[in-house]
């Protein structure tokens, strides 16, 4: 068993729609990343949260840390948020600086 | 800052050869992470330094991977000699500290190997 799970793999959307990305671990961690993956192959970071709730933009990611889970909205999805969302997690008491990656959820959002 | 600069961008090497693989952190950054991207395992880490220093080189796949920090601003990825399983794309990544701040990616270099 994978130690980060997204879910989705694969989502398809029409714009405008809610769209909410999914990430369970089973790992102690000190933080939980989510990144972005355009066609391009460029990685941008997204969020870096270890409580609570984080919003900027039309995206939100909240953590639930006793549920070890954590999701990713985004409001209002237009086509230029096609991408590869990807969860990642700093294991506490692990490798310090060690990502641990989940296998990403890719996200096409239809005009 | 431009960035996290990756270089080349893509290369393609016949088996056997020798690939370098560059990347210049952000400047004023104190760790440096390189990671592999590939269809079958996702983003996986394969080395990390923190003060030019390596940490952390578990995930180097085999010893025919090195890498180098001689500088804060340079390190180097080696593959020697290469494979067609090492395909994949390389990216490199860098952050204040080690622990917990944001990591910045560069645009990656995709290694073919034929």
């Known amino acids: 068993k994978n130690e980060v799970e997204q879910s989705p793999q694969n989502l398809t959307a029409q714009e405008e729609e809610f769209i909410t990305i999914n990430c369970s671990y089973s790992v102690g961690i000190s933080a939980l990343h989510w990144l972005q993956q355009h066609p391009g192959g460029g990685i941008v970071s997204l969020f870096m949260?270890?409580?609570g709730k984080k919003k900027h933009g039309r995206l939100i990611a909240t953590i639930n840390i006793q549920e070890k889970h954590s999701s990713l909205h985004i409001t209002a999805s237009h086509p230029r948020d096609s991408a590869v969302y990807i969860c990642?997690?700093?294991?506490?008491?692990?490798?310090?600086?060690?990502?641990?990656f989940g296998k990403g959820t890719k996200l096409s959002v239809k005009p | 800052d431009a960035g996290v600069i990756q270089s080349p961008r893509h290369e393609v090497t016949e088996m056997g050869q020798e690939v370098t693989l560059r990347c210049k952190p952000i400047s004023g950054h104190n760790s440096l992470f390189w990671y592999r991207q590939t269809m079958m395992r996702g983003l996986e880490l394969l080395i990390y330094?923190?003060?030019?220093?390596?940490?952390?080189d578990s995930g180097m796949p085999e010893d025919r991977f090195s890498a180098k920090m001689p500088n804060a601003s340079f390190s180097t990825l080696k593959i020697q000699p290469s494979e067609p399983r090492d395909s994949a794309v390389y990216f490199c990544?860098?952050?204040?500290?080690?622990?917990?701040?944001?990591?910045?990616f560069g645009q990656g270099t995709r290694l073919t190997v034929v």
């Open positions: 990642a997690v700093t294991n506490y008491g692990g490798s310090q600086g060690n990502l641990i």
């Open positions: 949260l270890s409580s």
């Open positions: 990544a860098s952050s204040l500290q080690v622990m917990n701040t944001e990591a910045f």
């Open positions: 330094f923190n003060n030019n220093v390596p940490i952390d």
